[in-house]
């Protein structure tokens, strides 16, 4: 459970995302500075057993696309908004699991129906609000696992969602382009914004560039053959390297998984995420860039998950 105020008997014995051993809630808000928002780890749901609700045992997915999510999730949150929250720089609160500063959001103008990615839009106005009312604030992600989601199981349903993830990316950036490397701004324009454009954003277009400049190059004969399967078989390695620390580690800490068996299994998608999943989440990416570019009417289209009253896969 959640406790959003934090009890003063509390303050010695509680650390910011740890369960208190009186109470059992876990208290998010303590800090030095006001936390507008905090996060946690949202895992996949797929193929676990479910009993009323209650996620009583949870097992890797058992389909492709939602087994190729949950590593995915591991990865981002484990590593990627651990590291983020230390330094005060959490890009986004998930809109799946997050508790946001009401008093703050309305101000900042709150929820915009009309965003394709309200939950980013939503914590850049929050952030903005407050650097541009020279107020400290903070941003926390807790370690922890306290929700679970289905995740698309069918290509069709897993392309319309990353299309519009790559959407609102874009649009989030041209309507919040004047924090970009605004040092006004602090964090937010120079590290969160700056790695947001740079890495995010720019990186469907530059691997698109690179892929084909790459063909371009071997049309061309400008290409020494062993040094380029020597640089693609260290980039390879390194991202299952990255991937496999990632899933190693959650099980180590959070014992996520009863068997190393179902960790292993897990583990060998990190092998096939470079040639089947990455090139998907870049295509889908540019498609939703070229949809905002072009203006092309947003529809939501079916989204129709097998939901948990029934076997997922």
Not at 44 to 64: C, F, T, W, Y
Not at 169 to 180: R, V
Request: charged content about 20%.
């Amino acid at each position: 459970m959640i406790q959003p105020i934090l009890a003063e008997e509390h303050r010695k014995i509680t650390e910011l995302g740890a369960p208190c051993p009186q109470c059992g809630y876990v208290h998010v808000v303590e800090d030095t500075k006001r936390v507008i928002a905090t996060g946690a780890t949202l895992r996949i749901a797929n193929s676990s057993d479910i009993e009323q609700g209650e996620l009583v045992r949870m097992r890797p997915p058992k389909s492709l696309f939602p087994r190729f999510q949950e590593m995915e999730y591991i990865r981002a949150y484990v590593l990627g908004k651990m590291g983020w929250s230390k330094i005060n720089c959490v890009p986004n609160v998930s809109g799946g699991l997050g508790l946001f500063d009401k008093e703050i959001a309305i101000k900042a103008g709150g929820y915009d129906a009309l965003s394709f990615g309200e939950d980013m839009d939503l914590i850049t106005r929050m952030c903005a609000y407050m650097k541009d009312n020279k107020q400290k604030y903070a941003i926390r992600y807790i370690p922890s696992t306290l929700c679970w989601t289905e995740g698309p199981s069918t290509l069709k349903i897993f392309g319309r969602q990353r299309t519009r993830w790559g959407r609102g990316l874009i649009q989030i950036m041209t309507l919040h382009h004047k924090i970009l490397f605004n040092p006004s701004y602090g964090k937010l324009g120079l590290v969160v914004f700056a790695y947001n454009f740079l890495f995010e954003f720019l990186a469907p277009i530059v691997e698109l560039l690179g892929v084909l400049y790459y063909i371009y190059i071997i049309i061309t004969g400008q290409i020494n053959v062993v040094d380029a399967i020597l640089l693609l078989l260290f980039l390879y390695l390194y991202s299952i390297m990255i991937t496999l620390i990632a899933i190693f580690w959650d099980q180590l800490v959070n014992k996520s998984y009863k068997t190393w068996i179902e960790v292993a299994g897990l583990s060998l998608m990190a092998f096939l995420e470079p040639i089947i999943y990455h090139p998907l989440i870049v295509f889908f990416a540019l498609k939703g860039y070229f949809f905002f570019i072009t203006g092309r009417k947003h529809t939501w289209g079916n989204m129709q998950r097998r939901g948990f009253g029934q076997p997922t896969p």
